[in-house]
């Protein structure tokens, strides 16, 4: 297995995110990754090295270029408003809901930034782009070493990606390197394309990407939007739209779910991938299915992880995984190298 790991990722080390009307100390911090490239010293399932570059064109084929655009020089134009910025993560406050524009982009920033944001607890800061568009060199650049025959390459990455959609940020995620995985293998030869999002929450980000699409397939088990995060999507009825009908499905579960049922309800994810047919698979990998996750409320335990890992094996297909969410941190390197112990067994 391939693993390649971001240099960058540590340049996003925001501070807060807003939760409840407090402002929190930060879920998603850089040693998350530190963690997984600790566990695999231990545990050397694969070789490591850097990203190659992505072009803009790569990016601009999953996202938006006036999006791009905003999150390349958010952090100037955040400082621009006033220099004591500079010692502030950038929050939005403000959101265009139903009814508001959202062809216009206003040259205010606070409202450029709400335009493109669906929450107040993914903060940005000064290195924020550079992590995350390394992080897509990483998705990119696994992408390319399965279609030159690896078996099988993670995205060693952070900030995660599979809530970032065409041209929105969110849950944490500002580019989707899953979708970009996705895209750079239909490019490279695959005709079809499954994703296979195991993370506590919905995918919509990837969802809403590819979701009027008949040639990537999305599949999501998560949390029941009805009370989990990101809330507003991820139901069950929502199937795709036009050619793509049929091409995306959703597998809520309420919190407190057991393993027993969630390994029950993988199989059924497993089983749409197999009728898909597809010619390479993408996995959105979080282990934020944890039982002892401090925001999720799934039950896995740590060897829960290894037979994740053999029963996505089962499929038989190229593989590209992408690192997601997972905040019980000390414990979120075991869990990704158990999924690639398994999947490598
Ligand atoms: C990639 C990913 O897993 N993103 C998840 C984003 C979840 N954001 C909302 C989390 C709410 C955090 N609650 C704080 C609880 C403080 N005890
Ligand atoms: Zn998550």
Known sequence: MRIVHNPDHHRHDARHEMYRGRLVPCHETPDRLAFVLEALRQRPVGVLSGPEPVSDAELRAVHAP????????????????????????????????????????????????????????????????AAARAGAACAVTAARAVLSGEGSALALTRPPGHHAGPDFFGGYCFLNNAALAAQTLRDGGAARVAVLDVDYHHGNGTQTI????????TVSLHGDPMTEYPFFLGHADERGEGAGLGWNLNLPLPRGTSAATWFDTLDHAAQAVERCQPDALVVALGVDTFEGDPISGFHLRSADYLRLGERLARLGLPTVFTMEGGYAVAEVGVHVVNVLEGFEA
């Open 210 to 217: 590819f979701y009027a699409r008949d040639d990537v397939l």
């Open 66 to 129: 006036r999006y791009l655009d905003f999150l390349a020089g958010a952090w100037e134009a955040w400082v621009a408003l006033d220099p004591a910025n500079a010692a502030l993560d950038i929050l939005p406050s403000v959101w265009p809901v139903r009814g508001f524009r959202h062809d216009v982009e206003p040259l205010n920033f606070a409202a450029r930034l709400g335009l493109y944001s669906f929450d107040a607890g993914s903060p940005m800061v000064a290195g924020t782009w």
